[in-house]
């Protein structure tokens, strides 16, 4: 990125873990990629607890390119990024992934297709994320996905249920309420 020209660096004093002190998230963009990088500092000493990166031309990726929402937690913020996956001349898709920070590591807690194209077919997920405003309403995540093929469009939803025991969002069946029909 440093040959190309950053076009716009924006530093963030965030949460992301349950102590007290704010780690800093620093994202920097050019015309065509993007970098984050997440800083925690211990011991009066700053270190790396993650990067991500993003290179391609620019006009299929999302900005933003991450995100910080609280998900889980009320205070503690999850880093979401948008970032491409396989892809070839005439396929691809963009993945939106979360992470979270435990005991001073940085872990993938969901993983899914936000949009992907081939030759014949196409996908895309709209991410409905949990309000935290409660402390005890059960963490859902819903992807309302819809796929098309040779024009025959099929639409699902899938929930995904925070489940602190394994540090993930996993596959619940659709519960009444949470995918209904728009």
Not at 21 to 39: H, K, P, Q, Y
Not at 65 to 77: A, K, M, P, S
Request: charged share 25%; hydrophobic share 40%.
């Amino acid at each position: 990125m440093a040959e190309r020209g950053p076009k716009e660096a924006r530093l963030f004093a965030v949460n992301v873990d349950s102590d007290a002190d704010f780690e800093r998230v620093l994202i920097v963009t050019s015309n065509l990629d993007a970098g984050a990088v997440l800083f925690k500092k211990e011991n009066g000493i700053w270190w790396q607890l993650g990067s991500f990166t993003r290179c391609a031309s620019g006009s299929q990726l999302p900005d933003p390119f991450v995100e910080l929402r609280q998900i889980v937690w009320y205070g503690t913020n999850d880093l979401i990024v948008h970032a491409p996956g396989p892809h070839g001349t005439g396929v691809g898709e963009l993945r939106l992934k979360i992470y979270r920070v435990w005991k001073g590591r940085l872990y993938k807690v969901f993983d899914v297709v936000e949009w992907a194209y081939n030759l014949s077919a196409s996908e895309s997920s709209r991410i409905t994320y949990p309000g935290t405003d409660s402390y005890t309403s059960p963490r859902v995540i819903v992807v309302r996905r819809s796929q098309e093929t040779q024009n025959r469009r099929k639409a699902t939803c899938i929930p995904y249920l925070w489940d602190a025991n394994r540090f993930f969002f996993v596959q619940i069946p659709p519960a009444q309420g949470l995918c209904k029909h728009e």
